[in-house]
């Protein structure tokens, strides 16, 4: 449950996102999510970092935490925080000690992801997952680290002690996400492969662990865990693992954020940068702001799975097709558009009639689109594209238009253009 202050709804640009309800003034509080659904901590930290409320024993003058899970590979910073940590039946502890014991005995180096056929619907995720045969092989670090996050998500389901369903409609980036880095399928499966075999040494949790369960989770980490960083407020953070914190993960990204997050302990608190209006997206930063605009946009372009749309982008085509309009308005004759208002009228017609025929052909030659994906493929390649009047204007102006296009053909083109645009919801 949100608070009073914002709620979810679709964006503009796609996809959902948190806004204001109402006015919030400048460093208001607005949201607190008082622990992680699930979380884990990169293998090279795990002595360094609690366990349960992720202190960082550097930031408290000390090397490591002594306090640990016997046989469990996890370390804490109180005995209250172990036992916190430790479920009724402490399967988690069991799981992760069968993580480490299955990581031991496999010999040999980690395989190098395979370049794979590119991914290009859900089809063939599917039949990729179906045609694998699950050969267990050794893990990279990485790899190993994504199983225990895998295993605290399932026993958080299996226990009963979070919302799987809330979970489950976070946006799922599988598709978009292997479709950019194919390669990733194979380590994917070998994480699946691995955490099934560690999981039979747990009977109670072996039947969680399933690769619809995996896929699921695995879907839905790519764009919504946030990284778990040292507190420290002098130079570079450390990123000292991920959490899935699910109600924060509605806060979409903007290069200028109008909210900060601030994590304390196991909370992640939300604050208002400046003054908010109501209905205004509530956007946080999802890279470090004070780096250089090359590295963010190195690291966005990297990330960038989750249909994330520069609003900055956005609004700059708005005002370049908007001068485009207007500088067509200035060349026409006067009452141009009245005088030839049955020509314009049946744009319209011609139009759609143009997009559906191109949508059409697309959707018998290219099996695996759907209708809807033909449409907006057809939407580019038709009189239809919304940045037609810009390409028009190639056509139009210029000293070659002058010399060699007549001037009742440039006046037609123009208007086309600009009913076009105006035609468009």
């Not at 075999?197 to 839905?220: E, S």
């Amino acid at each position: 449950m949100y608070s009073d202050l914002l709620h979810i709804k679709e964006t503009a640009y796609g996809g959902r996102g948190l806004f204001a309800t109402t006015s919030i003034p400048k460093n208001a509080f607005i949201y607190t999510c008082s622990s992680p659904y699930a979380s884990v901590i990169y293998r090279v930290f795990r002595k360094e970092v609690c366990g349960h409320c992720f202190s960082y024993a550097f930031d408290s003058n000390r090397n490591a935490w002594n306090i640990r899970r016997d046989g469990a590979g996890v370390w804490f910073c109180s005995i209250g925080c172990r036992d916190a940590w430790q479920d009724g039946d402490g399967l988690l502890g069991k799981m992760h000690a069968a993580v480490d014991r299955l990581a031991r005995s496999l010999k040999g180096e980690a395989k190098e992801s395979c370049s794979r056929k590119k991914i290009t619907s859900k089809k063939d995720l599917d039949a990729a997952w179906a045609a694998s045969t699950f050969d267990l092989e050794p893990l990279t670090q990485l790899e190993l680290d994504t199983v225990r996050f895998l295993a605290s998500v399932i026993m958080v389901r299996y226990t009963g002690g979070g919302e799987w369903a809330d979970f489950i409609q976070l946006q799922d980036n599988e598709l978009e996400y292997i479709r950019g880095r194919p390669q990733d399928l194979d380590s994917q499966i070998r994480v699946y492969a691995f955490l099934r075999k560690a999981a039979q040494a747990v009977p109670d949790f072996y039947a969680y662990v399933t690769v619809d369960t995996v896929r699921a989770i695995l879907g839905r980490d790519q764009g919504n865990a946030f990284g778990l960083y040292d507190m420290s407020t002098s130079g570079d953070s450390e990123m000292l693992g991920f959490a899935m914190y699910i109600k924060a993960s509605y806060f979409n990204h903007d290069c200028s954020p109008n909210v900060r997050k601030q994590r304390e302990g196991r909370s992640m608190h939300f604050y208002a940068v400046r003054d908010i209006e109501a209905g205004e997206e509530l956007c946080i930063s999802y890279i470090d702001a004070s780096d250089p605009v090359e590295k963010r946009r190195e690291e966005l372009a990297r990330d960038c799975i989750w249909g994330l749309s520069h609003k900055v982008t956005l609004e700059v085509m708005r005002i370049v097709l908007a001068i485009g309009l207007f500088a067509i308005r200035v060349e026409l004759p006067r009452n141009y558009m009245a005088r030839h208002a049955k020509g314009l009228l049946m744009v319209v017609p011609t139009m759609a009639f143009g997009w559906v025929t191109v949508a059409c052909v697309l959707w018998v030659l290219f099996h695996d689109f759907n209708f809807v994906s033909c449409l907006a493929i057809a939407a580019c390649l038709t009189p239809t594209d919304p940045i037609y009047p810009i390409i028009c204007a190639a056509i139009v102006g210029g000293q070659f238009a002058l010399k060699h296009v007549p001037v009742r053909l440039r006046h037609m083109l123009s208007a086309e253009a600009a009913a076009n645009k105006m035609s468009l919801p």
